[in-house]
């Protein structure tokens, strides 16, 4: 079955913290793998995209990493923010014919205290 | 270049009734997705329309449709509303579906708010 698992499913930490989300997932044939991160009743915005040949991507504070022999990826946010503060979505692209099917993940909320 | 547009961003209904939301894509993007997401479920893949025509279908009953006109905006009708159906609904373009990068952008979601 095509399933992709987030951890935890919420977090708190302190600003200026550093934190690591996790996700892993049963998805084949394995397209690319992306991070997303939704504000509170806004559209999720895209962080990282990774197809099976990357193991690592960075934007910002912001750090990805994949390794598609265990099917894993983790989101790894240095310096905690305030503005961090979100949910945190990992979506799986599988390979369906020429076009690509997502499969989304449920979610991490993170919650940055000052 | 503008991003995509979602209306109405706000919308109470009363159960029974029926409800259009509208998605203005990415300009040059020719797929568009819908997705409803509730804090129950996540994100839950309803369809995507490319060229006008549905490629793709979730499992959402036959009171979700879709349809995609000829400049890439589409529209998302629910018919004889039930309280379930109260939540984000988020559309998303892409300009070419084919690519293995299938990347996708959302707009900001209309609310749906069934009583």
């Known amino acids: 079955k095509n399933q992709v698992e987030q951890s935890p499913q919420s977090l708190i930490i302190l600003e200026g913290k550093n934190c690591t989300l996790q996700c892993n997932y049963t998805v084949s044939p394995f397209s690319n793998l992306r991070w997303y991160k939704q504000d509170t009743g806004r559209g999720p915005v895209s962080l990282t995209i990774?197809?099976?040949?990357?193991n690592t991507k960075s934007n910002g504070r912001y750090t990805a990493t994949l390794d598609a022999d265990t099917k894993q990826s983790s989101l790894h946010i240095t310096a905690s923010q305030l503005s961090d503060s979100a949910s945190y979505i990992c979506v799986v692209i599988r390979t369906s014919g020429n076009t690509g099917k997502l499969i989304f993940g449920q979610g991490t909320t993170l919650q940055v205290k000052p | 270049k503008a991003g995509v547009t979602q209306t109405p961003r706000y919308l109470i209904k009363t159960r029974g009734q029926q409800v259009t939301l509208s998605c203005s894509p990415i300009s040059g993007h020719r797929s568009v997705s819908w997705y409803q997401q509730t804090p129950g479920q996540g994100l839950q893949f309803l369809f995507e329309y490319f060229s006008e025509t549905q490629r793709n279908k979730g499992n959402f009953p036959g009171r979700f449709s879709g349809r995609q006109f000829s400049n890439s905006r589409s529209e998302m009708n629910v018919s004889t509303l039930e309280l379930g159906d109260s939540a984000l609904y988020l559309c998303?373009?892409?300009?070419?579906?084919?690519?293995?990068?299938?990347?996708?952008?959302f707009g900001p979601g209309t609310r749906l708010t069934v009583t």
């Open positions: 990774m197809t099976f040949s990357e």
């Open positions: 998303a373009s892409s300009y070419d579906p084919g690519t293995r990068s299938y990347e996708q952008y």
